[in-house]
């Protein structure tokens, strides 16, 4: 059984920095393609980053692109979503998820696993 924790959330204030973890488990994650979603309140849930867990290969949404930075720790089995010079637009819940595509992912029913989310919030 596949299960994606996310941990790291909280409030922070406008400029400040983040940063989110997905322990991954249930089985070997070196064909996958791990990703960060977001969603506010009353949007549709957005992809945000990803990253082939094998080769390191990323993908960043424009609105992230020089602030946000996606890692994975494969002996940890771990993906890091680090995120800096925060906006108070960045406010929604992530999530994390893995899909088994072969290929970088943008859609949010390409992928096949979820994590529960986790609140973070930018004040101004």
């Known amino acids: 059984q596949v299960q994606l924790v996310e941990s790291g959330g909280g409030s922070v204030q406008a400029g400040g920095s983040l940063r989110l973890s997905c322990a991954a488990s249930?089985?070997?994650?070196?064909?996958?393609?791990m990703g960060w979603f977001r969603q506010a309140p009353g949007k549709e849930r957005e992809f945000v980053a990803a990253?082939?867990?094998?080769?390191?290969?990323?993908a960043y949404a424009d609105s992230v692109k020089g602030r946000f930075t996606i890692s994975r720790d494969k002996g940890k089995n771990t993906v890091v979503l680090q995120m800096n010079s925060l906006k108070p637009e960045d406010t929604a819940v992530y999530y994390c998820?893995?899909?088994?595509?072969?290929?970088?992912?943008?859609?949010?029913?390409?992928?096949?696993?979820w994590g529960q989310g986790t609140q973070v919030t930018v004040s101004s």
């Open positions: 998820a893995a899909s088994r595509g072969l290929v970088l992912v943008f859609r949010p029913r390409e992928y096949d696993y």
């Open positions: 249930g089985r070997t994650f070196s064909s996958y393609t």
């Open positions: 990253i082939r867990w094998s080769g390191g290969s990323t």
